[in-house]
Nanobody, 124 residues
Framework: QVQLEESGGGLVQAGDSLRLSCAAS????????MAWFRQAPGKERAFVAA????????SYADSVMGRFTMSRDNAKNTAYLRMNSLKSEDTAVYYC?????????????????WGQGTQVTVSS
């Protein structure tokens, strides 16, 4: 099993940047496919980005392509989400997720482990 904890959220202005971190513990981080999802109040949790274990291939939601970049540092057991050109529409709780030896899938149901979330608020 793996435990996940997000950090780095906060209140920013439109156009600003943030980098979220997801610290993993309890298992071998490099064997997990990692992903980011987000959930705005009253809306469904939605896919943001994912990075496959091993080869590190990435997938992004259309709404964040060109603005968000996912990365990982296996030595630090940490995944990251760099968010540039933030918009008010990006306001949400951002969740880190993981699946063991999995495809970089966009489906919420594909991921077995979740962090508690970190709030990102973008003001205009």
């Amino acid at each position: 099993q793996v435990q996940l904890e997000e950090s780095g959220g906060g209140l920013v202005q439109a156009g600003d940047s943030l980098r979220l971190s997801c610290a993993a513990s309890g298992s071998t981080f490099s064997t997990y496919t990692m992903a980011w999802f987000r959930q705005a109040p009253g809306k469904e949790r939605a896919f943001v980005a994912a990075m496959r274990w091993g080869d590190g291939t990435t997938s992004y939601a259309d709404s964040v392509m060109g603005r968000f970049t996912m990365s990982r540092d296996n030595a630090k057991n940490t995944a990251y989400l760099r968010m540039n050109s933030l918009k008010s529409e990006d306001t949400a709780v951002y969740y880190c997720a993981a699946r063991l030896w999995g495809f970089a899938d966009a489906r919420l149901e594909s991921y077995n482990y979740w962090g508690q979330g970190t709030q990102v608020t973008v003001s205009s």
